[in-house]
């Protein structure tokens, strides 16, 4: 069987299935460990396998492992791996998003992580409305102030969220953060620490509409000590499916 599917990923992509299902019980793993670590109940946290620019094949094998929830980060080529793959595929949208392009995933996207502007939000509240959904967002807060970075300040979070809350048919779920790139992922901890006091100093001010029960933070070189630290979701793109051909 898994031969079999060696196969049809190799010969189509380059990508094989066996590859992929070995990185997946790694992290899979990996994510296992950091939880007993930290006295966290494994159920809490979501492995969301990053996809973006991988083709349909990799994304299978990937599914037939048991990965549920993909992030892609461009909104064309979610959808339309959105229309190849199956329906039961948690969809998040884990890019930054233009306002002219919400109306093709508003109905799609099972999370929406990158908002970080009112006129964003407002966008998506009104696509959601017209299509009688409701989009569940993510502010993503850009916690270690970086200039290349989307996101709002940790300062200005809590004043978005509360105009946000105003808004019809848009659930906040929680927070997200791209953390630096770094080589020692410790760097990165005083940044998920932050993230994850923000979201317990807003759960305290009880606004409607905003949960705060998702912090989606750690990448590849970082998710474990993002789940140390509280993450709900990671991201993992790389160490699932390798290094990204961004030239093809
Ligand atoms: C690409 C990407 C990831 C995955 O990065 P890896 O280092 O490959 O795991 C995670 N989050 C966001 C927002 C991304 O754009």
């Keep these: 069987m898994g031969e079999d599917k060696d196969k049809v990923c190799t010969e189509k992509s380059g990508i ?12 899979e793993n990996n994510i296992l460990s950091a939880c007993k670590r930290s006295d966290r109940n494994i159920e809490e946290v979501m492995l969301i396998a990053v996809s ?21 980060n461009k909104v064309q080529e979610l959808v339309d791996k959105y229309e190849q793959m199956p329906k039961d595929i948690r969809w998040h949208m884990i890019g930054h998003l233009q306002r002219n392009k919400v109306k093709y995933i508003v109905d799609k996207a099972y999370l929406i992580h990158g908002v970080d502007s009112l006129r964003l939000a407002e966008e998506i509240s009104k696509e959601a409305v017209k299509k009688n959904v409701t989009a569940h967002i993510l502010i993503e807060v850009n916690a270690a102030q970086e200039d290349t970075k989307f996101g709002v300040s940790i300062d200005e979070t809590a004043g978005l969220l509360e105009n946000i809350s105003r808004l019809p048919s848009i659930e906040v779920e929680g927070l997200m953060m791209i953390a630096p790139y770094v080589e020692n992922s410790e760097e990165n901890r ?8 923000l979201s317990v100093d807003i759960m305290k001010k009880n606004n409607d509409n905003v949960n705060m029960n998702v912090l989606s933070m750690g990448m590849t070189g970082d998710y474990e000590v993002a789940i140390e630290e509280g993450a709900t979701y990671v991201r993992v793109g790389t160490g699932i499916f390798g290094e990204r051909n961004y030239n093809s």
């Design 16 to 27: 094989g299935y066996g590859y992929i299902a070995d990185n997946i019980k790694v992290v």
């Design 52 to 72: 973006k620019t991988m083709p349909v094949e990799a994304l299978k094998a990937a599914y037939e492992c048991g990965c549920r929830d993909f992030g892609e």
């Design 190 to 197: 005083q940044y998920f620490v932050s993230l994850r006091q």
